[in-house]
């Protein structure tokens, strides 16, 4: 099972219909949006999909995203993403939280941990937790997502 990992949209709809257009081009299942959302104008491109969202650090109309999550169907987080798919135990976070990131990754009860705000892509094992940004979508050098397979655990950055 494939899921996409997007974040840092930041309301920017032209970017994220370009990441959109790269997740069509995998057999997704789901996506998750690790923050900075930035306008309700965003969720409405990912209705392809069931699709995660937590809130980011620029994220201050959280009651209009709220509604338009659950208008289309999708699931919000708020601020923390506790998600079982295809029985892996993900986290989902901004990380603008230091200290609760920080929390999340040595607590090493997670998989995989998604995060954003940083807008640079990485992943790296922190012990037997894969640990994934997929890079940002808006304010980047390079736009990118992420695929993740979930059966082997392992994830591709891909740039948009």
Known sequence: ML??????????????LRGVRML????????????????????????KWPTHFVL???DSNANELKTA??????????????LHIHNRKIALVHSDDEKRFRQTLDSGEWELVCYGHTHQSKQHLH??????????????RQHSVAI??????CAEIVTV
């Open 56 to 58: 980011g650090n620029v």
């Open 3 to 16: 899921i996409g990992v997007v974040s840092d949209t930041h309301g920017h709809v032209e970017n994220t």
């Open 127 to 140: 012990g037997r937790t894969l640990v994934l940004n997929p890079g940002a979508l808006y304010r980047a």
């Open 24 to 47: 069509e081009t995998f057999e997704i299942a789901e996506v998750l949006h690790c923050g900075d959302i930035g306008s309700a104008s965003i969720v409405k491109l990912f209705e």
């Open 148 to 153: 993740v397979n979930l059966a082997t655990m």
């Open 69 to 82: 999550i659950a208008d289309s169907g999708q699931r919000f987080h708020g601020r923390f993403g506790n």
